[in-house]
């Protein structure tokens, strides 16, 4: 069984930085290319940020390009999401995931067949 569980959410200022973490078992994802997601109430689910199975190649959404930078760590099949310069615009749940296999745009919610429960960031101004 795949499960996705991020862990690194929480409460902080505008200005302040955290970092997400997601853990992958049930099989590994080291040849995938893997992203995160994120969701405000009363928002369609956006993408965030994604990355390469070699992690080379690195998406980001124009929103966030320059204050959040995703890894991973292929050895711990872990993503990795850290927060920089957080807004209150930032404020979410966020979500990682992985897809069932290669598909060609990384940025599309469809492209992805496992989800994480997700982590709530909030950002107070």
């Known amino acids: 069984q795949v499960q996705l569980v991020e862990s690194g959410g929480g409460l902080v200022q505008a200005g302040g930085s955290l970092r997400l973490s997601c853990a992958a078992s049930?099989?590994?994802?080291?040849?995938?290319?893997m992203g995160w997601f994120r969701q405000a109430p009363g928002t369609e689910r956006e993408f965030v940020a994604s990355i390469s199975s070699t992690g080379h190649i690195r998406n980001y959404s124009d929103s966030v390009r320059d204050r959040f930078t995703i890894s991973r760590d292929n050895a711990k099949n872990t993503l990795y999401l850290q927060m920089n310069s957080l807004q209150v615009e930032d404020t979410a749940v966020y979500y990682c995931?992985?897809?069932?296999?290669?598909?060609?745009?990384?940025?599309?919610?469809?492209?992805?067949?496992?989800w994480g429960r997700g982590t709530q960031v909030t950002v107070s101004s």
């Open positions: 995931a992985a897809p069932y296999r290669w598909r060609p745009n990384p940025r599309l919610v469809g492209s992805y067949d496992y």
């Open positions: 049930g099989r590994t994802f080291s040849t995938q290319f």
